[in-house]
Each structure stands twice: as C-alpha cells, then as structure tokens.
C-alpha cells in the first residue's frame, strides 16, 4: 500500500557538540525546513489526515489539517515565515501529537504536519522548558538512571533472576544480540514479555546475549519530547556500546527500540540489522527450532499493530504469522496493519497526561479490538502492552492482554 512515511525522516539530526546552533527546533516558521513551509502550499485540505489522526478521533484540539490550513492562510494574509509558531497552533495541540505518523502516511501530497510537531516541541522544550510536568519524572530518570522509569542500572537484570540469561561478559560473540528495553527490563507487566521471550530463546538453543547492566534507554521518549540533548546522550553511549560490540543482529521485543536503534543510530554512526522478536519467532518455527503445542482451545486472537512497528517500520506479516503458529484464529480490526490506530503512548505520551477530549486512545482501540470478538488481544509493544491492558481493566473486560511472545511461550513444546 501507498505510503509517504520514511522511517529515515522521523526526526533530523541535531550536532549538539556544535557549540554554533542557538535556536533548537521551530519557533517561528523560518525555523522549519523548506519542505516543510511549503507542505502549507501543497496541502489540497481534503483533511484525510485529520480523519486518521487519534488525537483529533477522541476529541483533543490537535488537527495537522488545520496546522497546515493555517499556515497556508497566514501566507494568503500577507504573513511571512516569521510568525511564531504558536500563532498557527497551540501548545495543547502539540503535545496530544502522538507520533503515530498516521497524518504523514496517509496525505496525498506527501506533507509531513508530524515533523512540525516534534520540531515546535523541541523548541519548547529545550528553549523554553515549557513541557507538561509530568514529563520531568522520566526526563529525569533517563538523565540520572539512563531509563525513563527512573530504575537503577544496577536492576536491570532483574527480569531475569532464576532464569538463564547470558551477558556479553558471559559470551562475547553472539549470534543474536538481545536488546531487551528499558520496558520489559524495568516495568512488571512487561518484564513478563521479557521473561517468556528468553524461555523462547532458551529452548531453541540460540546463541545469544544480553547488554544486561551495559543497556541504557534508546531515547525514544525524550526524542519525541523534544529533548533531542538526553536523546544525544543515550544515543552516542549506546552506540559506542554497540559498536565495541560489533552484533550481527540485534532483536528486540519493543518497537521503538526497534525504530530508533534502526532508523536514528546511523546518524551517530551505528548501522545495524535490527528484527522485532516476531521475526525471530518465525524464523526459529520455519528452521524447526520451536514447534508449540496446538491442541487445546482455540484463541480467537486479535493483533494491535504497534504504530512503530506497522505503520513506521513496515512489519506486519511477522507478528501475526507467529500467532498463527501458536495456532490463533486470528480476527482483524477494522484498522489494521500500516492503517492501524494508535494505543496513545507513543510520542512520550506514555509518561504524561492525556490532553482533554471526548475519549482516550485507549479506550478508543480496545473498544475496537472488542468489536471483533476476540478473546485475547496480541500486542508487540510494552508501551501498548500497557495501554490496552488499562483499557481492559478500565471496563472490567474478560478480554485478556498478551504480547506475542507470552502466546508463543505458553504454547511452546519443551
Ligand atoms: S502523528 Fe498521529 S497523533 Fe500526531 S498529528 Fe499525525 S496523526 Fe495526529
Ligand atoms: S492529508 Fe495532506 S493534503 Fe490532506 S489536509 Fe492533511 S496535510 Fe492537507
């Protein structure tokens, strides 16, 4: 399917050892690229994006239609580039973006209203320190503890206590190299994605290797945020990690692990092969390293495509192929795929607020998975793990929560 999103263009790389640059992001238009002031001219407003964007869906100010819109109208009134940026739209709009990209994949002219976002965000958060609070915590815990969720490096192996989970101290040269994530290393919940993915790993007999205490967070979430300084400094520590390293490939259970460790390293200088652990998954079934017990119940299984892994980086066979092995019978929402909807926890989002609305993400996509009739909803995501699981809850739904890896492992022929 058509689609304009280029993983490679998410964020642009900022030198911040260049002592030169005084203004970080867009506060006025002339701070945004070229391309991106003329998006205003290409935009033919026939507001596709804003019908896909979920913050618009469940009622927040946000519509990168109108962003456009607006600066269009700025330029047919007169104006110039030097207008600030919050004349065109208002910090509660900026910061409901979650960065799904769903607004870039689907605009027939290619504009990028994404990329003004996280641009506007970087000037307020770095010029002006004018974030939503709640962002502080985690801002701080990847600053002091190298992890959003503010836990010591020193636990970071602590996921995998009882279990046997080699570091590259134990062994150096590993086929597989194992970049386990701040989620499923630190939050409770997911560490269980972490845990069945290793029991996965173990019984295959792969040669792999964990970073263990070595890890730090990809950056992600304060890339997003705006704060391309903590993003700089997590990614040029992992990648002389990695680079000491040297892995042939990389696997991880998280997408935006995933994503940024692919997509934004080689600005830093670190090319690698990155896979999501479904593709692993796959490829330990069709070499005959792992066959999962099929009888039983049947799952009726529905898949949440994690935005930064379908839409942004393409995968979407892999994961339901591996549900498949599991012996799902898998049912499909409505949007699906690179079309998915957002869980709402991309784009930081994960660690503040939600803006006001009619509804939140959420609710919005679990109350879609829950149209299908399925009994388990697949994620592929800690963040999304996260997200439905609150949703679930939130109503007191039977519905059960999974990663791939979980459905996998409880099935798996030892
Ligand atoms: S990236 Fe997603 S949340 Fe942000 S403006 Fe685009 S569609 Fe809306
Ligand atoms: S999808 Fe593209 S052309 Fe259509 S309103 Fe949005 S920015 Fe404009």
């Given at each position: 399917?058509?689609?304009?999103?280029?993983?490679?263009?998410?964020?642009?790389?900022?030198?911040?050892?260049?002592?030169?640059?005084?203004q970080f992001g867009?506060a006025?238009?002339?701070?945004?690229?070229?391309?991106?002031?003329?998006?205003?001219?290409?935009?033919?407003?026939?507001?596709?994006?804003?019908?896909?964007?979920?913050?618009?869906?469940?009622?927040?100010?946000?519509?990168?239609?109108?962003?456009?819109?607006?600066?269009?109208?700025?330029?047919?009134?007169?104006?110039?580039?030097?207008?600030?940026?919050?004349?065109?739209?208002?910090?509660?709009?900026?910061?409901?973006?979650?960065?799904?990209?769903?607004?870039?994949?689907?605009?027939?002219?290619?504009?990028?209203?994404?990329?003004?976002?996280?641009?506007?965000?970087?000037n307020?958060?770095m010029m002006e320190?004018?974030?939503?609070?709640?962002?502080?915590?985690?801002?701080?815990?990847?600053?002091?503890?190298?992890?959003?969720?503010?836990?010591?490096?020193?636990?970071?192996?602590?996921?995998?206590?009882?279990?046997?989970?080699?570091?590259?101290?134990?062994?150096?040269?590993?086929?597989?190299?194992?970049?386990?994530?701040?989620?499923?290393?630190?939050?409770?919940?997911?560490?269980?994605?972490?845990?069945?993915?290793?029991?996965?790993?173990?019984?295959?007999?792969?040669?792999?290797?964990?970073?263990?205490?070595?890890?730090?967070?990809?950056?992600?979430?304060?890339?997003?945020?705006?704060?391309?300084?903590?993003?700089?400094?997590?990614?040029?520590?992992?990648?002389?990690?990695?680079?000491?390293?040297?892995?042939?490939?990389?696997?991880?259970?998280?997408?935006?692990?995933?994503?940024?460790?692919?997509?934004?390293?080689?600005?830093?200088?670190?090319?690698?092969?990155?896979?999501?652990?479904?593709?692993?998954?796959?490829?330990?079934?069709?070499?005959?390293?792992?066959?999962?017990?099929?009888?039983?119940?049947?799952?009726?299984?529905?898949?949440?495509?994690?935005?930064?892994?379908?839409?942004?980086?393409?995968?979407?066979?892999?994961?339901?192929?591996?549900?498949?092995?599991?012996?799902?019978?898998?049912?499909?929402?409505?949007?699906?795929?690179?079309?998915?909807?957002?869980?709402?926890?991309?784009?930081?989002?994960?660690?503040?607020?939600?803006?006001?609305?009619?509804?939140?993400?959420?609710?919005?996509?679990?109350?879609?998975?829950?149209?299908?009739?399925?009994?388990?909803?697949?994620?592929?995501?800690?963040?999304?793990?996260?997200?439905?699981?609150?949703?679930?809850?939130?109503?007191?739904?039977?519905?059960?929560?999974?990663?791939?890896?979980?459905?996998?492992?409880?099935?798996?022929?030892?």
């Amino acid at each position: 399917m058509r689609s304009n999103l280029n993983a490679n263009r998410l964020a642009s790389y900022i030198n911040l050892d260049d002592q030169s640059i005084e203004q970080f992001g867009a506060a006025k238009m002339k701070d945004l690229g070229w391309e991106q002031i003329m998006d205003s001219y290409a935009c033919i407003m026939c507001f596709r994006c804003q019908e896909v964007c979920p913050a618009y869906n469940t009622g927040k100010l946000l519509s990168p239609a109108a962003l456009e819109i607006n600066k269009r109208y700025h330029f047919n009134g007169g104006g110039t580039t030097d207008v600030a940026m919050a004349e065109l739209i208002s910090e509660e709009a900026v910061w409901a973006c979650t960065s799904c990209g769903a607004c870039v994949d689907i605009c027939p002219v290619g504009n990028e209203p994404m990329r003004d976002i996280l641009d506007i965000r970087r000037n307020l958060s770095m010029m002006e320190s004018a974030f939503p609070k709640q962002l502080e915590t985690a801002f701080k815990g990847m600053e002091r503890n190298m992890n959003p969720w503010n836990v010591s490096q020193g636990d970071r192996m602590k996921w995998a206590e009882g279990m046997s989970v080699p570091t590259i101290e134990q062994n150096a040269e590993p086929e597989i190299l194992w970049w386990v994530g701040c989620a499923p290393a630190t939050d409770s919940r997911a560490q269980k994605t972490a845990q069945a993915f290793a029991k996965i790993l173990n019984t295959a007999g792969v040669n792999y290797a964990v970073l263990g205490k070595n890890e730090a967070c990809n950056g992600d979430s304060a890339r997003r945020a705006g704060r391309e300084d903590i993003f700089f400094g997590l990614a040029s520590q992992n990648v002389e990690i990695l680079n000491e390293v040297a892995p042939k490939r990389i696997v991880t259970t998280c997408p935006h692990c995933l994503h940024t460790i692919k997509n934004e390293y080689p600005a830093f200088g670190g090319n690698y092969q990155v896979i999501h652990h479904t593709q692993l998954i796959n490829e330990l079934v069709g070499s005959g390293k792992i066959s999962m017990n099929l009888e039983g119940d049947n799952m009726k299984i529905t898949f949440h495509d994690p935005c930064y892994l379908g839409r942004h980086n393409k995968i979407t066979d892999a994961p339901r192929d591996a549900l498949q092995s599991a012996g799902a019978e898998m049912v499909e929402m409505p949007r699906n795929g690179a079309k998915s909807f957002c869980c709402g926890a991309g784009g930081a989002q994960m660690w503040k607020e939600e803006e006001e609305g009619s509804a939140r993400v959420n609710e919005a996509r679990f109350a879609e998975a829950k149209s299908t009739g399925a009994d388990t909803v697949a994620v592929g995501c800690p963040f999304c793990l996260t997200m439905m699981t609150d949703a679930a809850k939130g109503e007191g739904s039977e519905i059960q929560v999974k990663d791939v890896a979980e459905i996998v492992a409880e099935r798996l022929k030892t």
